[in-house]
């Protein structure tokens, strides 16, 4: 008996000639906006804390520039080693907030494209040195040069092209028969057809290896592994979870916001000092005394001219305060904002559910508000009486525990319910009462898990009869694909048949593999592998 798996990708294991190219320029040679801060001698080599120092940082999504810092965060690197020694970069660098409204990405990481590409472990000068050793020297005498100058060649990992290759196993003798290039169709069924004998043939759900066994053994039966059957249902599942649960959450905002609803002030108050209105400035004092200075000369008969002269203040404020009759006080003027013109719509759309700012920007955009994003989320925070929520404290909503995640709550729904805990027991029973299509999931769900672990292929027609009456999309698309191979399938269902022994022989592979990086090609890793003890 045959068993086919999907390998990760194969990568070329040999390198061309190529002339060693180093950078001339410092060790150390930091670009701009970089600072170290420490430098360790250890008994490895140097470990070197760097620090990213540039103010501001673009959005890789959109390009717009942010000064707004969420938070730190440390990533360790390989560097080029200096006098023999190896160097570790500690380098600390930063998360921003994304200004832009219309932007997807709330947050991103600082990149810093000329030193080092995101999620690297390794700096870009170390990398080009070690692919200029490998193209200058190849297999061991590359690594006979990276020892002496210091570079750890096992960190060096060959790119992850688009070859895939094939593993075969004999589930009989649990040995590995045959390891083919490629998965293509007709390299795989070449192979079956000279396997006069072969009986069984067990395989995940691609079609590639389908179509490799119809055409090669079309006298074998075909079997489908149940995990890889489970995993399907599960993908299934949470796409059907993902969007009960994302209507939930907005019935539990939409309840809460309805729950309190904000008072919307008709007027705007003017702002006033936090000190008691009954104590007055040192400048009104001041004003005070010179008001009641230009009362006294007036009425010992002097000109306004002269006393404008004397006090040191303009002509038309002593004519301004002896027209008054008595102190003026000074007026507060209302603050008139550009978005004033603009509430009742706001509150007018409020009202009617929108209670997206972004949204709401983008519809005060359109209407000609020239005003900035932030403007308007300042003005609703305020207004509304949620403290600067979205959602009132002591709402409903703040109250109620949070929904799991789609893959948390698949998990639920595949796991044995004996062997939940309690709870784990409760979060589901409250994930089946969130609408009857996820209890009738579950119950659909349940039974094939069932058929699975006991083997009983029979009630397969059953179960997909339910399927299709039951109005459930995704798990539709999940049947008409089990419908389309329901012979292995069933045969999957009932049989003992299933590919868990080639997952150590896959494990094995990547061992082997691995060592020997840089030293071979694969006629070398399909010897090794074979006959591997």
């Not at 250890?42 to 070197?48: A, H, M, P, S």
């Not at 061991?140 to 688009?162: D, E, M, P, Q």
């Not at 209105?277 to 000369?297: G, K, N, T």
């Not at 920007?361 to 994003?373: I, K, W």
Request: charged share 25%; net charge positive; with cysteine.
């Amino acid at each position: 008996m045959i068993s086919f798996f999907l390998e990760e990708p194969l990568e070329d294991c040999f390198v061309t000639k190529n002339e060693v190219v180093m950078e001339g320029t410092s060790w150390l040679s930091l670009p701009e906006g970089m600072q170290v801060s420490q430098i360790q001698i250890t008994e490895n080599g140097l470990v070197i804390t760097v620090v990213a120092t540039h103010p501001t940082s673009c959005c890789p999504l959109c390009s717009q520039r942010s000064s707004s810092i969420k938070s730190h965060y440390q990533r360790t690197l390989r560097d080029v080693p200096c006098a023999g020694r190896r160097v570790q970069l500690l380098l600390t660098v930063r998360k921003f907030y994304c200004r832009n409204p219309i932007c997807e990405r709330k947050v991103f990481a600082e990149r810093l494209p000329a030193f080092v590409e995101p999620w690297a472990r390794m700096t870009i000068r170390y990398c080009e040195q070690i692919t200029s050793i490998g193209l200058a020297t190849c297999g061991k005498g590359g690594v006979r040069l990276a020892a002496r100058l210091g570079i750890h060649i096992t960190r060096l990992s060959f790119r992850r092209g688009c070859r895939f290759g094939t593993i075969l196993v004999n589930l009989e003798s649990r040995r590995v028969v045959e390891l083919l290039p490629n998965r293509e169709v007709e390299t795989s069924a070449a192979w079956m057809r000279q396997q006069l004998d072969l009986m069984v043939v067990s395989r995940d759900r691609g079609g590639v290896y389908a179509s490799a066994a119809r055409e090669g053994a079309p006298q074998a039966m075909q079997c489908v592994d149940r995990f890889h059957l489970l995993k399907n249902l599960g993908e299934a599942l949470e796409d059907l979870l993902a969007r009960h649960l994302s209507a939930s959450r907005k019935q539990q905002v939409q309840k809460a916001l309805e729950e309190q609803a904000p008072a919307w002030p008709e007027t705007r108050k003017a702002q006033r000092s936090g000190k008691a209105e009954e104590v007055p400035s040192a400048y009104q004092q001041d004003r005070m005394a010179r008001y009641q200075q230009v009362i006294s000369l007036h009425e010992q008969g002097m000109t306004q001219s002269a006393i404008a002269e004397q006090i040191g203040v303009h002509l038309r404020t002593v004519q301004r305060w002896l027209a008054a009759g008595a102190f003026p006080e000074p007026k507060r003027h209302r603050y008139v904002s550009q978005l004033d013109p603009y509430l009742p719509y706001i509150f007018q759309r409020w009202e009617q559910g929108c209670h997206n700012m972004a949204r709401l920007f983008q519809e005060l955009v359109a209407r000609g508000y020239q005003g900035s994003y932030a403007s308007v989320r300042d003005n609703l925070v305020r207004r509304l009486q949620f403290d600067g929520r979205k959602t009132p404290v002591d709402s409903s909503f703040s109250k109620a525990p949070a929904l799991p995640t789609s893959r948390q709550a698949a998990f639920l729904f595949l796991h044995r319910p004996e062997k939940l805990r309690v709870e784990e027991q409760e979060q589901l029973c409250k994930l089946r009462q969130i609408h009857p299509e996820v209890d009738r999931a579950y119950d659909l769900v349940q039974q094939f898990a069932q058929m699975l672990r006991t083997r009983s292929g029979e009630r397969l027609e059953a179960w997909l009869a339910q399927v299709q009456c039951s109005n459930l999309p995704e798990l539709q698309s999940f049947a008409a694909g089990v419908e389309k191979d329901k012979d292995a399938v069933r045969a999957g269902l009932t049989w003992w048949i299933n590919n868990g022994m080639v997952e150590g022989h896959v494990t094995k592979l990547k061992l082997i593999k691995r060592q020997g990086y840089g030293r071979a090609e694969f006629p070398l890793l399909r010897k090794r592998v074979l006959h591997a003890v």
